[in-house]
């Protein structure tokens, strides 16, 4: 099972704010990175660090943490942010695990 | 262009091996660490092994350790998975992925399309 916990599924309407959030142990001592993966894509990276979104990656696109707590938000959502989010870090013995992903619909 | 792009994929009876790649191009290929990931289909994304710039560290899912091998051939660019005693279960779309590092973050920040794995009888 995996040591970091994501709502299955989470819902917002077009224009408003959405946060999605991500739980584990390892979150107090390691930032967690975040990935949108669309239908039949490969997942993207969207937000890594303390809060370091990569080139491309819209600013409306944010993170923050908070004990064992990484939270991914997303301020003014748009149609085209419809998509699975994942988190990930480390678990207890170093080793990288994704969260089970969270399915955004923009409703 | 910063790419990635795996091979080797295929079908496999369980029990059986298979060995997969990647060829990274557009970045200093041992400047990163580098991972296997992989998708079940219908399912979540799942880490499936690591390793560091130089092939001296390298790190397994439970699911695959003791099965699975990572390596690295930094002349060549190239990255490897060498799967063997295949399970059903392991049936995914596997991706390769460049591992960016801080001291207290990674990123998965370039990906392959994948190459898909179906151990089937």
């Known amino acids: 099972s995996s040591e970091l916990t994501q709502d299955p599924a989470v819902s917002v309407a077009l224009g408003q704010t959405v946060r999605i959030t991500c739980q584990g142990d390892?979150?107090?001592?390691?930032?967690a990175s975040w990935y949108q993966q669309k239908p039949g894509q490969a997942p993207v990276l969207v937000i890594y660090?303390?809060?370091n979104r990569p080139s491309g990656i819209p600013d409306r696109f944010s993170g923050s943490s908070s004990g064992n707590t990484a939270s991914l938000t997303i301020t003014g959502a748009q149609a085209e942010d419809e998509a699975d989010y994942y988190c990930?870090?480390?678990?207890?013995?170093?080793?990288?695990?994704f969260g089970g992903g969270t399915k955004l619909t923009v409703l | 262009e910063v790419q990635l792009v795996e091979s080797g994929g295929g079908v496999v009876r369980p029990g059986g091996s298979l060995r997969l790649s990647c060829a990274a191009s557009?970045?200093?290929?041992?400047?990163?660490?580098m991972s296997w990931v992989r998708q079940a289909p219908g399912k979540g994304l799942e880490w499936v092994s690591g390793?560091?710039?130089?092939?001296?560290?390298?790190g397994y899912a439970d699911s695959v350790k003791g099965r699975f091998t990572i390596s690295r051939d930094n002349a060549k660019n190239s990255l490897y998975l060498q799967m063997n005693s295949l399970r059903a279960e392991d049936t995914a779309l596997y991706h390769c992925?460049?591992?960016?590092?801080?001291?207290?973050?990674?990123?998965?920040?370039?990906w392959g399309q994948g190459t898909m794995v179906t151990v089937s009888s």
């Open positions: 992925a460049r591992v960016d590092s801080g001291a207290d973050w990674d990123a998965f920040d370039i």
């Open positions: 660090g303390k809060n």
């Open positions: 390892s979150l107090r001592s390691y930032y």
């Open positions: 557009g970045f200093t290929f041992d400047d990163y660490g």
């Open positions: 990930n870090s480390r678990d207890s013995s170093g080793n990288h695990v």
């Open positions: 390793i560091n710039w130089n092939g001296g560290s390298t």
